[in-house]
């Protein structure tokens, strides 16, 4: 049986049409959006920070949460993160637009997921996915409550800006006078109701640690990703397994070890390759950073680690280093 995830490998290579979306104004970007999703859904205005964009197709509901830069800093297409997948996969989708990091505390956003609850909306599909990164981590987890059993996906999310919470978190003080306590307001809590979440966090950065450990619950399962650093959401896109990830989670199959496997990836990743041996020389580990270089080496072409190989074994033979 095809899974999710073996759907996207059979389709990885193939070529996708220009975007008309690229090199647009924001205005222009969002008019243009409306008039794509207009064919099989809406795009339908939240106040004026915030725009809701619905592709109705499949039985699987995928909603994701993304800022309008972000989306034209990290797509080449300039397109919802969302719609790759759902156009991949045959799933309908929801796409939360921010105009900047809002977290989406905002009265009309809240209105919006009433209407769906009211509405029964969600109960028409088989299954619900919510997904987020950051801010969009937090929406994720927060407006997941709106669809019972659902699964959601968080990446780096933070449970709340509150400060008499997270007074610690001195990321984002100018968020601290937005009301985190009202509606949809303490992301884990939100989660009471999901089936399963899944929050991708690196432990080694300390701020986002601490927020992880908040969404500590019996259907919270967490995926560790040590070494990576505070922007997990491009260097899973790098990686080619953001996609993968979604897939795997909707189709069940996303637990520690299978993450792990995806996760693999890595070992073929610069900038990890970079941070990791960077961390090891700042140490004076040179057996470890030779150990590391060598690895790298043998599998790929790095003509940086090749470099710094010969040097650390100059330095271990006690030769001059050149």
Request: proline fraction near 4%; charged fraction near 25%.
């Amino acid at each position: 049986m095809i899974g999710r995830e073996d759907e996207l490998d059979m389709q990885d290579s193939q070529k996708t049409e220009a975007s008309p979306l690229v090199g647009l104004s924001k205005t222009d970007w969002l008019r243009s959006v409306g008039e794509i999703a207009d064919a099989q859904g809406y795009l339908q205005p939240l106040g004026p920070r915030h725009n809701a964009v619905f592709i109705e197709d499949g039985e699987t509901m995928l909603v994701t949460f993304e800022t309008i830069q972000g989306i034209q800093a990290l797509s080449e297409d300039a397109q919802p993160l969302g719609w790759t997948l759902v156009r991949r996969l045959g799933w309908s989708h929801i796409c939360i637009l921010s105009d900047g990091d809002t977290w989406y505390r905002d009265a009309q956003v809240y209105a919006y997921f009433d209407l769906l609850t009211d509405e029964g909306f969600f109960d028409e599909f088989d299954q619900v996915i919510f997904y987020g990164a950051g801010p969009g981590g937090y929406a994720a987890a927060a407006y997941s409550v709106a669809a019972p059993g659902a699964t959601v996906i968080a990446v780096q999310p933070q449970a709340t800006l509150d400060p008499r919470v997270t007074e610690w978190d001195d990321r984002f003080i100018e968020m601290r006078r937005t009301d985190f306590t009202d509606r949809y307001g303490y992301a884990p809590d939100m989660l009471d109701a999901a089936m399963q979440a899944h929050v991708l966090y690196d432990p080694r950065e300390d701020l986002d640690a601490m927020h992880a450990a908040l969404f500590t619950r019996p259907n919270v399962r967490k995926h560790r990703m040590p070494g990576m650093g505070d922007a997990l959401q491009s260097e899973l896109m790098e990686m080619q397994i953001l996609n993968k990830v979604i897939a795997r989670a909707a189709d069940g199959k996303l637990d520690t070890l299978d993450f792990a496997k995806l996760y693999r990836a890595r070992r073929n990743h610069g900038p990890y390759l970079r941070r990791l041996l960077n961390a090891t020389d700042a140490a004076e580990r040179l057996e470890l950073s030779r150990m590391i270089c060598a690895n790298v080496v043998a599998r790929v072409h790095a003509p940086k680690f090749k470099r710094r190989l010969r040097q650390i074994e100059a330095q271990l033979n006690g030769e001059e280093v050149e």
